[in-house]
């Protein structure tokens, strides 16, 4: 599970996909509200074998999942994975589930 920020600002993932490419579509969507999506082109970058991708997003609520799933050009699924929203700096003591 990947964690990201209630930001409003740029934020990025760092993922290891089935190929490495420059460009891919992101599609991410709030499980909460379906209505928040995220569904566009972006360029990445790649270091060593892991994808860099970035995104912003004015939606991001404290507390809130998020499933995220990366495309390639040929509307192929890359990589899939859910993401949790929070602003806590002490990640090696959270616990999601209480």
């Known amino acids: 599970m990947e964690i990201i920020k209630t930001l409003t600002t740029e934020q990025q993932i760092k993922i290891i996909p089935r190929e490495l490419l420059n460009s891919v579509r992101l599609y991410l ?13 972006i360029n990445v970058t790649n270091v060593n074998e892991f994808m860099v991708v970035p995104f912003t997003a004015n939606f991001f609520k404290e507390g809130r999942k998020y499933f995220i799933k990366i495309y390639n050009d040929l509307n192929e699924r890359i990589w ?10 002490d990640l090696q003591n959270y616990k999601i589930n209480g």
């Open 29 to 41: 969507v709030d499980k909460e509200q379906e209505s928040n999506v995220i569904d566009e082109v």
């Open 80 to 89: 899939q994975g859910e993401a949790f929203c929070t602003d806590a700096t």
